[in-house]
């Protein structure tokens, strides 16, 4: 079509000569001729050639402002012009003389004009044609060949008339006209003409034109000049940036060839970072444009690499500091500019939106591009925003990969709340766009069972309300309450908290949603009473924080309150209790203390004054006739006032009874010892105070508590006496909880008005009933429980309340009444063992009793025995002849006299047959102690073990703190920490309706925030590592005196246990505070440093402040010196695990050796117990099973340290007697031995995978060092197989059948490619590799066959699969073969079925006998003799395929 329409250059040449030379003497007439005018219609109207044949072809020219006529249809005008031309006398020379009139008609601008606007219709032409569009003249004769390439010269040099002309009256840009003449040309002559035309006009022209000129191109040039101009326009857009987005937009329409699309892109690409923001979308727009599917990843790699929105800082931010004094209008203009700026980064992100939603590449590269940035540092905002938009325009399967790497992003840390929090300020209008992306995802993330997920869910549920519109509040609002009637504990947890931080923040925003939070109201039988109290908070804020626009919730508030305080139903009764306290708390909330201008007005009205007073009476009397709902009810009354924050008044009133009344109930004066009523002797006891003669005050619990036990329990008397008040001593310790709170606010802190409760005894019983305990009733056992469950409680509260006194006699007694606890736990212990089914007093009123069920271990020693027997027996009659020398390892190794960390007063010499009782099962029915009672431990540690040699404490105070105390506090510190610090992301929340087990013992902790405890924690490391100190000392002094031995006689073992139990839990405190995943955050490392600052200094005092490595280089040597001193093997794990989380924070690789070398010390240690016995049972394996896994990750050779015990350390074990042990690895036995078996070949198969396969274009140095690495595998592999053997237990055999299928399927994976290059170079390494392989899978047959004969379902189900790997090996083999051009060394035989002492298997030879002799089966010594004549690559071959194809062919048979 083109060629058809394109006339030769030659030809035209030749016309415009002769045109020329006919046309010189003319010229000068027909240009002096003048023109007349008709006056009536303005009319050109002359005898110039140029008017004559456009007026006959049907054109009228006018003049002025009226356009110039068509009177017949565009084509047929053009038609029948170019007729007339072709058809005159004077034809070619005619086209120069027209041209020459039309050159003289636009020598005017006003004609130019006309000519170059659209002509208009004449009443003829409009009778005939309904054409409302015409072009205008200029187009039409473009569009006549003939005329072109003279009306594209004229056109091109009237341009530089109208360059630099300013704007005329008319208002119509010249040059821009002109230029929209050369568009959509159905042909155009001599391409190559113009385009050099137009790239000369584009490098004279002013920016205006060359903008004008480039947009216009792919409307102008034809195809074949696509590429030409791209490349001219590409040194362009080198040269002149100010071009970049007419440019752009040209080469974007341009159709051109894949290489210079690249060098383009690449062209674009390296000046990205200099782009004006105005300019980015384009950019960005041409950059998406220009990808293809195979390199879409690089391409958006290196875009979202250059394309940091970090630096796209608008001009209003930039320049705010500099012209804060400039005139409002150019305030004005920045303030425009930055709107513009908001803008350009909105459409950039439609430009991405665009190409991902059409272009599937670029969707799954983005995805790429953002998975593979492995650090917090190499993520930008665009990465979030980018997800966002994928989440929004994808499928559901690109969802689920943007939700999956998300979480992947935010629980490495990769992506975090700062990150989140720039992109909600800096482009909020860009992340509101895809509000339900975000609301969607926000959603999805707080269902994630990873906290540091959770938290940043919660985190885009904050930002989302706090940045955007009220629909998006609204909306924000309804997910989280959805979330909160979920009934999933974690997800109500996390959304209240959510909404709690709202309203503490916003809470005039949140009261217009208070209607959405009023519903959840209908659900709160499923929540907790830590959430109810959440609940209550978030809606009397909602309610209370406006004054009277708030009274429909405070009706509706009142209305559930009032119906659920008078129900008999405890648990909606505790929901009223929690609720109307918290109520109150918001009502009597002294905003004084929140704003400290306010104070002089009256913080609270007489009529909140009245409601609360009404309030708190109205609780009051429902609850007095119910011990467990008035305890409840003191309980959240202290919480209250322990907050300080209640108004003057409503304080006071709380405050003014509390100690009158207290005084009346529960303390009576000291009479002389009579006889009682009471079911048990009476008896003053735990008196502290000097004066122990009448006239002091005691607490009378005995005789409150069997007047409770006479009535028939709490319920009947309250029945009985409806309206007396019931007092029991189930309130006793949270009434003094109350009373202690109350003398604190009014004191400020000083409790001496009520320090006599501190030392003044308690009417209990004579303890020495414990004893003979057996020979009472069971109503007086479950008495004398009730009593030391009381009494415990109440010594529980004492500390908590005095602890922090600072009066040296106080601190004393505090001691004592902690002397006191771990005593009557004690007793305790003794009276539950024998009072079997007996339910406690309720000690926390929060929950349900049935929540708590409670565990008692009856005769744990006569079952453990029992068990022993009957695995003996099972021995006896399983065990065949090599079984005796390996008879611990039939069944799991059984927990025997393990030291337990909650034990505290040695239970392993507990006598057969009786109970024993572990009261961390009780830890509901014991008052909860704060985290203020800590602080104790600031006392020194002695013990009379070490009271002799070097240690001095500190302790300027005459007190001491025994090992039994240490051991309590230590306990609770340890569960504390355990509970609030989440240790790592890897730690999972529970997510499912589960009981509140878990949150037993921990109302008062979950106040604190996880920084505050951690914050206590670091205050408490001081005294922690005394205390480590001295433990460390007992045990090293312990070492020296007596020569390394530990089991001496004359050892004090109950001490021993204790002090080892205060290690292990000392190292746990440490491990577990370390490992605190808050540390992470940006806001913690300020605790981090000053928590590593306490543990370095311990070992040298530092003058100034240390960087963060030396910190951790010292606290790392402070805690490694504690190596030589563990007794026990859980302590040294503790001590490892904690060497790791130190070193984990630091990014210097240094200390994995030192690691991996503490770890091998203890593993050649032998751990024995104070008894004489060497430690064993379940909780001991686990800790060197753990101990040998970190031992073989830590170290630099995992081959060789796996070969190190297999081969020198297993045999030491063989030859030793049957009770030895390895002496290079004690802690290797024939009862550990599955142990140290399971975790080698587990980290052998972990080794073999992270060899890389061997590929063709690897060297030669790798491949050999690949090689190598295998054959050390391998032989290792060979090593262990073996030595099932010997060592033939069910566990070993299970073990080698699941790693051995591992081990040969990483040998096929990876192994075999790299035999497959290096056979021929190294032939004999290859050849001893398969060799001592085929070893291996023979003795694997034998034990599939082994395992067949002794029908273990267990054991048979590894069969299947590890044959169809053994028979894949060999055809695998065959192939190498076959690569290598040696495939006629591959010969096939049967091998026959043996057991594991290689004795054949009699059932399979008459099955292979019956069966027939498809393939020639050889003795197995007449084989190996005749492999010896063949040649080295035959033989090994031959062999290795023999064996293992005759593996497959039994298998089949069988």
């Known amino acids: 079509m083109v060629a058809k329409r394109r006339l030769s250059k030659s030809a035209d040449e030749h016309d415009e000569a002769n045109a020329k030379d006919l046309s010189k003497a003319k010229k000068s007439k027909i240009g002096g001729r003048k023109r007349t005018t008709s006056a009536q219609e303005g009319e050109v109207d002359d005898d110039t050639v140029f008017v004559h044949l456009l007026k006959s072809a049907g054109m009228i020219l006018k003049q002025g402002n009226q356009p110039n006529k068509l009177s017949l249809d565009q084509a047929v005008f053009q038609k029948k012009l170019c007729q007339t031309l072709r058809k005159h006398p004077r034809y070619p020379n005619v086209v120069q003389e027209f041209v020459s009139g039309l050159e003289s008609h636009i020598e005017g601008r006003d004609k130019f004009r006309n000519c170059l606007l659209p002509c208009g219709q004449s009443q003829e032409g409009e009778s005939s044609n309904n054409l409302n569009y015409q072009e205008s003249l200029i187009k039409l004769l473009l569009g006549i060949e003939i005329l072109q390439p003279s009306v594209m010269n004229t056109l091109f040099e009237k341009i530089p008339e109208f360059m630099y002309d300013g704007i005329p009256e008319d208002g119509i840009n010249m040059p821009r006209l002109i230029i929209s003449q050369f568009k959509w040309l159905d042909r155009i002559i001599d391409s190559k003409d113009l385009t050099s035309k137009i790239m000369q006009l584009i490098s004279v022209g002013p920016l205006e034109i060359q903008r004008d000129i480039i947009t216009s191109l792919p409307e102008i040039l034809e195809d074949a000049q696509h590429n030409e101009i791209a490349k001219e326009l590409n040194s362009l857009l080198q040269q002149n940036t100010q071009l970049t987005v007419p ?81 409002k209008s150019v305030a004005g203009a920045l303030v425009n500019q930055e709107n513009s700026g908001h803008d350009c980064v909105a459409i950039m992100f439609d430009v991405i939106k665009a190409a991902i939603r059409f272009q599937k590449a670029t969707a799954e590269a983005w995805i790429k591009a953002i998975e593979v940035v492995d650090s917090a540092a190499g993520h930008k905002v665009i990465d979030l925003l980018v997800l966002l938009i994928l989440h929004t325009t994808s499928t559901n399967n690109i969802k689920k990969q943007v939700e999956k790497l998300l979480r992947s992003k935010v629980r490495l840390g990769h992506i975090g709340d700062q990150l989140l929090q720039i992109a909600f300020r800096s482009h909020v209008a860009v992340v509101r766009e895809y509000f339900p992306s975000v609301l969607s995802l926000a959603q999805t993330l707080l269902r994630s069972s ?12 904050k930002h989302a309300f706090m ?61 907790s009473p830590q959430q109810i109290r959440k609940l209550f908070f978030v809606l009397s804020t909602l309610a209370f924080s406006r004054g009277q626009e708030g009274s429909h919730i405070q009706d509706d508030m009142h209305i559930v309150i009032r119906k659920q ?160 008040k019931c007092i029991s001593p189930v309130c006793l310790a949270s009434f003094f909880r109350l009373l202690r709170f109350c003398e604190e606010v ?74 006191n606890i771990t005593h009557l736990q004690v007793l305790l212990e003794k009276c539950l063992a024998a009072t079997p089914g007996y339910i406690p007093p309720l000690a926390n009123f929060d929950l349900e009793v049935t929540e708590v069920p409670v565990t008692v271990s009856h005769a744990a020693p006569a079952k453990k025995g029992k068990k022993d027997q009957k695995g003996k027996k099972k021995l006896k009659s399983d065990g065949n002849k090599n079984s005796s020398t390996d008879s611990s390892q039939t069944e ?160 004090d073992v109950k001490e021993n246990q204790r002090m080892a139990a205060c290690y292990q839990l000392l190292l746990q405190i440490l491990n577990t505070l370390f490992a605190w995943c808050g540390f992470a955050q940006h806001e913690n490392r300020k605790l981090l440093r000053l928590a590593l600052g306490v543990l370095a200094n311990r070992l040298k005092e530092g003058d100034g402040e240390m960087e963060m490595e030396e910190l951790i280089r010292q606290t790392f040597r402070y805690l490694q010196n504690f190596q030589n001193s563990i007794p026990r093997c859980t ?25 991996a070398s ?96 061997g590929m063709q274009s690897d060297s030669t140095e790798v491949q050999v060092e690949k090689l190598l690495r295998w054959n050390v595998a391998v032989r290792d592999f060979h090593i262990l197989v073996n030595l099932v053997k010997v060592f033939d237990s069910r566990p070993v055999l299970g073990v080698c059948l699941k790693h051995g299928r591992l081990f040969i399927e990483s040998f096929l994976k990876q192994g075999m490619p790299l035999l497959d290059y290096t056979f021929k170079k190294h032939r004999e390494d290859v050849q001893s590799l398969l060799k001592t392989l085929q070893l291996s899978t023979r003795q694997l047959h034998h034990m599939c066959g082994h395992t067949k004969l002794s029908q273990d379902t267990n054991l048979t189900n590894h069969v299947p699969p590890l044959k169809k790997l053994l028979e894949l090996f060999v055809y695998r083999v065959k192939a190498m073969l076959t690569i290598n051009k040696c495939q006629e060394a591959f010969w096939l035989g049967n091998l026959k079925n043996r057991d594991l002492q290689g004795e054949e298997i009699m059932s399979q030879t008459s099955q292979q006998e019956s069966g027939g002799d498809e393939e020639s089966e050889l003795p197995e010594d007449d084989t190996e003799e005749e492999t010896e004549e063949l040649d080295d690559c035959e033989a090994e071959t031959r062999k290795t395929t023999r064996d293992d194809e005759g593996s497959t062919e039994d298998s089949d048979s069988d």
Not at 450 to 461: I, K, L
Not at 1132 to 1155: F, P, R
């Open 247 to 327: 440019i752009l937009d040209a080469l974007s329409s341009l159709n051109l060839h894949a290489e210079l699309l690249i060098e383009v892109r690449h062209s674009v690409m390296s000046t990205l970072s200099a782009v004006k923001l105005d300019d980015l979308p384009v950019v960005v727009k041409f950059i998406f444009h220009a990808i293809r599917t195979e390199d879409a990843v690089e391409v958006i790699t290196e875009l979202r690499m250059n394309l940091g929105l970090e630096s796209c800082v608008l001009p209003s931010q930039l320049q705010t500091s500099r012209d804060k004094q400039k005139q």
């Open 565 to 724: 305080l008078s129900s008999t139903i405890s648990k909606y009764k505790r929901i009223g209790i929690i609720g109307a306290v918290m109520m109150v708390g918001c009502m009597a909330y002294d905003r004084s203390k929140l704003e400290p201008s306010s104070s002089d007005l009256a913080s609270m009205s007489k009529e909140s004054f009245r409601q609360a007073t009404a309030l708190l009476e109205l609780v009051r009397t429902c609850s007095e006739q119910s011990p467990e709902a008035a305890a409840l009810y003191y309980d959240e009354l202290a919480n209250l006032v322990q907050k300080g924050n209640l108004d003057p008044q409503v304080q006071e009133l709380i405050g003014r009874s509390v100690l009158d009344d207290f005084q009346e109930d529960f303390v009576v004066d000291l009479l002389p010892e009579t006889d009682s009523e009471c079911m048990l002797p009476l008896k003053s006891m735990f008196n502290l105070d000097e004066e122990d003669t009448e006239g002091g005050i005691v607490i009378n619990l005995l005789p409150l508590l069997s007047n409770s036990v006479t009535n028939n329990g709490f319920e009947n008397a309250a029945g009985k006496q409806r309206n007396k």
């Open 746 to 819: 009014q004191n400020n802190g000083n409790l001496e008005e009520i320090d006599a409760l501190l030392g003044c005894p308690l009417y209990l019983t004579n303890f020495e009933l414990v004893e003979k305990v057996e020979s009472l009733s069971k109503q007086e056992r479950e008495l004398l429980c009730s009593v030391l469950f009381h009494t415990l409680n109440w010594f529980r509260e004492v500390v908590n309340a005095f602890c922090k006194q600072q009066d040296t006699e106080m601190k004393g007694k505090v001691l004592l009444r902690l002397q």
């Open 1131 to 1155: 302590s040294a794990v503790n001590l490892t695990q904690l060497l790791i989380v130190i070193a984990e924070k630091s990014l210097d690789n240094q200390y994995k050796e030192k690691i």
């Open 450 to 461: 990873d906290v540091t997920v959770v938290s940043f869910g919660s985190q885009m549920y």
């Open 892 to 1051: 799991e190794p059984t927990e025997e006299s393990q030291m337990q960390s909650e034990s505290t007063q040695g239970k392993e010499n507990t006598e057969e047959g009786k109970v024993f009782v572990n009261l961390s099962n009780y830890r509901a029915y014991f008052r909860e102690m704060d985290a203020d009672v800590f602080f104790v431990l600031k006392c020194g540690l002695v013990t009379k073990s070490v009271l002799d040699t070097e240690l001095h404490t500190k302790a300027t105070e005459v007190v001491q703190l025994g090992s039994a105390e240490l051991v309590f506090l230590l306990e609770d510190l340890a569960r504390k920490l355990d509970y609030m610090l989440v240790a790592t992301a890897a730690k999972k929340m529970l997510f499912l309706k589960v009981k509140g087990d878990r949150d037993v013992g921990f109302s008062h902790l979950r106040q604190m925030t996880p920084q505050a405890l951690a914050q206590t924690a670091i205050e408490l490391l001081n005294p922690l590592c005394n205390h480590l100190e001295s433990v460390h000392n007992y045990f090293q002094v312990m070492i020296t005196e007596n020569n390394g031995v530990v089991d001496v006689l004359g050892t």
């Open 1158 to 1253: 503490i770890t091998r010390g203890f593993l050649c240690q032998s751990w024995v117990l104070p008894n004489g016995e060497k430690e064993k049972g379940n909780k001991y394996n686990e800790a060197l099973e753990t101990l040998l896994c970190i031992y073989l990750k830590h170290t630099d050779d995992v081959l060789k340290s796996v070969e190190e015990i297999a081969g020198v350390g297993v045999p030491e074990l063989l030859n030793s007697t049957k009770d030895g042990s390895s002496n290079t690895f004690p802690t290797l036995s024939r009862q550990t031995f599955v142990i140290f078996y399971r975790v080698m070949m587990s980290e052998l198969d972990k080794s073999v995978k992270s060899i890389p396969a």
């Open 467 to 527: 940045m955007f519109d009220s629909y998006c509040q609204q909306e924000v609002v309804g997910a989280l309450v959805t979330h909160v009637c979920s009934g999933f504990t974690t997800e109500v947890d996390v959304s209240l908290d959510v909404l709690t931080d709202l309203v503490s923040q916003n809470s005039s925003t949140m009261a217009v949603y208070a209607i959405f939070v009023k519903g959840i109201l209908d659900y709160m039988d499923s929540l």
